[in-house]
């Protein structure tokens, strides 16, 4: 039996163990474990053969297809690191990646290319292009060889670069809601340890069909991929336009477990399901922020056999935190307890352990915990610290410090071990000298049973400190009354809780290229555009 300590290892043993069994699919066409780990050989020769060095990255700018995870997984197979670039970015923001991770071969396709062909031009230690298919007209790309995908699946076997399981793997650059994005480093250890601790709760097993809904360039969207072939099951790679894609599928493919971000969960919520998908929908998971208790209750009254998941993490140590779905009637407010092989303190600015109930920052320590951030350390040093010595798990003598990764995140936990998130700290609003979550703005928005979205944010009022503002589209098919939904806040909010402004707007609301509602830029074009009103 092989052991898997790095990446594209987890498909080797896979197909080792099952070799016929079905590993990928995408539109009408199925690997099995044995083609997959073939592809992924093959194309790991050619990076090989175009002269990839060890922990040269790899970026990869395309959709959700069987290229992609190939060339992720040969990427780490030959001894690189695969950086996968979210398909829906512009050319600047792709160029800026690229340039960012100093990425030396490119992996895209003769549609995408063109598009952010000038980008390219900045991209200084890029040598290779490998495209899924041939041009059809030629693009200008001085000094950058273009190769062929078919030409690299069929090189010659050749033995990747020696690694081991603390090497740099990937590197995923966060949404950058807050500016330009980061690039978290994440070594073989932490996305194999995270893959091994997800399918270890999720009870994942052969017999399963997961569903890739997410972005591929998103820790949770990735980890569908790792979390199957570690367990030798089916992915379904989905591209869709819309949430009646996601559950045409689920029922086409007799999807075991979903795992999705709150706004798609929401709009999941509002369709109709028929009773038979629950017969096979194991489960679905939530990621990416707190998921509503009314979508909640809404998908439980349609799934009522299928186990829910509420999970929290951050990119920065890939996984953190679920909910047993057992405790999900008598907790559903919960983020739950860690993850298996993983420890979540909540701890005072000071570094000692809070008491049970009292707010503080949410730090994890483990093999999950990454490598920090690509080229920035001054970014890296904020987030990633030393363990205190009076932290939990710390013994006097240990003289080598621990890193942990301080989330930014405040949390409390109760006097059972289960946590609760209250808010990002950069996200928290002041206002009448208190201090308020947006997130608890808007689950009373959502448990009015008005509001199909919504968004809270602050913004500077000469005497509250910050006003707050939301946000918000109607139900399908219900008219929203901005006026009728403030005085229900006034009926449920404490008053200094009550919005000063809702604006209600056709939905749905703007995405951040991880499928979470972008707080940061509606934030941002309202703040401007209420100023052009004065």
């Known amino acids: 039996m092989l052991t898997t300590s790095l990446l594209h290892e987890l498909i080797t043993a896979s197909a080792l163990r099952a070799p016929d069994s079905p590993a990928l699919t995408f539109g009408g066409t199925t690997l099995t474990y044995r083609q997959l780990d073939d592809q992924v050989a093959g194309l790991a020769s050619g990076f090989v053969a175009l002269g990839l060095d060890r922990g040269e990255r790899v970026g990869i700018y395309l959709d959700k297809r069987i290229e992609t995870v190939v060339a992720s997984f040969a990427a780490a197979r030959a001894g690189g690191a695969f950086v996968p670039v979210n398909p829906i970015l512009k050319p600047e923001q792709v160029g800026h990646i690229l340039h ?20 390219l031009a900045h991209c200084h230690d890029l040598r290779h ?66 893959a091994k601790s997800v399918a270890r709760y999720l009870g994942n097993n052969p017999d399963d069909t997961l569903i890739a809904a997410l972005p591929l360039s998103f820790d949770a969207g990735f980890s569908q991929l790792t979390t199957a072939f570690h367990s030798g099951a089916r ?21 075991t477990g979903l795992t999705a971000v709150p706004p798609l969960y929401i709009q999941l919520a509002q369709l109709n399901w028929p009773a038979t998908v629950t017969d096979h929908l194991r489960y679905f998971a939530n990621t990416g922020g707190r998921m509503p208790l009314e979508t909640l209750k809404a998908l439980r009254a349609h799934l009522p056999r299928t186990r829910p998941f509420l999970m929290y993490g951050l990119t920065e140590a890939f996984r953190a935190t679920y909910l047993p779905p057992d405790e999900a009637d008598r907790r559903p407010d919960s983020i739950g307890k ?55 798990g710390r013994q006097t003598g240990l003289v080598l410090p621990e890193i942990a990764v301080f989330s930014g995140d405040t949390v409390r936990r109760d006097e ?39 968004v809270a944010f602050g913004i500077p009022h000469p005497a509250l400190g910050q006003a707050i503002c939301v946000i918000a589209t109607a139900k399908e098919g219900q008219p929203l009354d901005a006026v009728a939904l403030q005085a229900e806040c006034r009926q449920r ?30 934030s941002t074009d309202f703040q401007t555009a209420s100023k052009a009103a004065q």
């Not at 689920?250 to 999807?255: A, M, N, P, Q, T």
């Not at 289960?418 to 009448?432: A, C, N, P, Q, V």
């Open 338 to 392: 860690a993850i298996p092989d993983a420890e979540v303190l909540v701890l005072r600015e000071d570094g000692s352990e809070c008491a049970p109930n009292e707010p503080g920052e949410l730090v994890q320590r483990g093999a999950h915990v990454a490598m920090g951030y690509w080229n920035d350390p001054e970014k890296t040093a904020e987030r990633f610290k030393p363990l205190p010595a009076n932290a939990p």
């Open 129 to 194: 292009v490998v495209l899924t298919a041939p041009l059809g007209k030629p693009v200008a790309l001085p000094a950058i060889n273009i190769a062929q995908w078919a030409d690299l699946l069929a090189t010659p076997v050749r033995a990747g670069h020696r690694i081991i399981d603390t090497d740099l793997l990937s590197i995923l650059y966060t949404s950058g809601s807050t500016g330009r994005p980061k690039g978290v480093v994440l070594s073989h250890r932490n996305m194999v340890a995270g």
């Open 100 to 119: 960012d991770c100093n990425a030396r071969v490119l992996v895209t396709s003769p549609e995408r290319l063109p598009f952010i062909a000038e980008a």
């Open 416 to 454: 059972d071990g289960f946590l609760y998130f209250i808010g990002r700290r950069d996200e928290m609003m002041k206002t009448s000298g208190y201090r308020v979550s947006p997130t608890e703005v808007e689950e009373i928005l959502y448990a009015t049973g008005m509001v199909g979205e919504c």
């Open 493 to 522: 909010m404490p008053a200094y809780m009550v919005p000063a402004s809702i604006e209600v707007r056709e939905g749905p609301l703007p995405r951040n290229p991880n499928g979470k509602i972008d707080r940061k830029t509606l």
């Open 235 to 255: 992915v379904v790679l989905l591209n869709y336009l819309l949430p009646q894609d996601v559950l045409k599928a689920v029922i086409r493919e007799k999807v």
